[in-house]
């Protein structure tokens, strides 16, 4: 007899690439359906392939619950909006950055219990020359991290391997010029990375700012610009908690649109992923997703 009341319906798609993805997509199917959602797999793939997955499955699902991390949420987030469906996260990346700014639990039982309780929240996104980022986009130092940071590193270092591929970057960073025009002010900066951050955490469980938050309406900017790249070993604790506006070297904003210049067009890299260039222009998208998360 068929139950009267069926569940939510949920598209689950899994990063087989991702950290746990591999093991955990079974484990995360059986979970769902113990939840009472009606289950959907559907393939992953690249990230074309899963945002076709998500648009052709628009019209009969519920909802999208995405296996992997940030750089899987990323991918997935111009279709999620496109589709206006709520996101369910089930944390199988290397950092999980946006997990932990939502603060939903890192374990599959523990995730799958914030999808099935049915909290959607509004959540911002911030917008790069049209390329979407739920953490962070920045420009310099994390630029050459990201190249670092291969999947091979990722595997076999896990979280370890963003200190790796930092120390490895730090000792090739060199200071650029910056152009910022915002709030109808030109700045000129000499920076080594300037970050432009929508959530609360990027790379590894560094902070944005202290009092960031995902659903505030802004995007806050640091750049740092120490002449010595020692005094970034000696100040990486207030990074990790968003106090580094208190560093001399560190200079700070907080904005809904801005522009960023250099004197050459340089990569962009959109939570871990380089898919832009300067110039760049930035704005807030508020409340442009719902996500299954706590409430804040």
């Not at 995902?214 to 010595?228: F, M, T």
């Not at 970034?232 to 506006?245: E, I, K, N, Q, S």
Request: with cysteine; glycine share 12%; hydrophobic share 45%.
């Amino acid at each position: 007899m068929k139950d009267a009341n069926p569940g939510p319906r949920a598209l689950l798609l899994v990063n087989a690439k991702s950290r746990s993805g591999a093991d955990a997509a079974e484990d995360a199917e059986t979970a769902l359906r113990e939840a009472g959602l009606q289950v959907t797999r559907g393939e992953c793939g690249d990230g074309e392939k899963l945002r076709e997955a998500i648009r052709a499955a628009a019209s009969t699902v519920d909802m999208v619950v995405l296996g992997g991390g940030d750089g899987t949420m990323n991918a997935a987030a111009p279709a999620l909006r496109e589709a206006g469906l709520p996101l369910g996260i089930l944390p199988l990346g290397t950092a999980n950055d946006l997990a932990r700014t939502l603060a939903i639990p890192l374990d599959i039982p523990g995730a799958v219990g914030v999808i099935a309780a049915g909290q959607a929240r509004p959540v911002d996104l911030g917008e790069v020359n049209g390329q979407l980022f739920f953490n962070v986009a920045s420009i310099g130092l994390s630029v050459a991290v990201a190249r670092e940071l291969s999947g091979a590193v990722k595997q076999r270092w896990g979280r370890l391997g963003y200190a790796i591929a930092t120390a490895r970057a730090v000792w090739r960073a060199r200071p650029f010029a910056v152009e910022l025009r915002c709030g109808g002010e030109r700045r000129i900066l000499r920076s080594l990375q300037v970050a432009v951050g929508n959530g609360r955490h990027y790379g590894g469980g560094m902070t944005v700012k202290q009092d960031a938050a995902i659903d505030d309406g802004r995007l806050d900017l640091y750049s740092i610009e120490a002449r010595r790249l020692w005094k970034l070993a000696l100040v990486y604790p207030l990074f990790r908690t968003g106090r580094h506006r208190l560093l001399a070297d560190v200079r700070t904003a907080s904005f809904t649109e801005a522009e960023i210049r250099t004197r050459r067009p340089m990569p962009v890299n959109t939570d871990g992923e380089v898919t832009t260039e300067t110039p760049a222009r930035f704005r807030v998208l508020r409340g442009a997703l719902r996500v299954f998360a706590p409430e804040a």
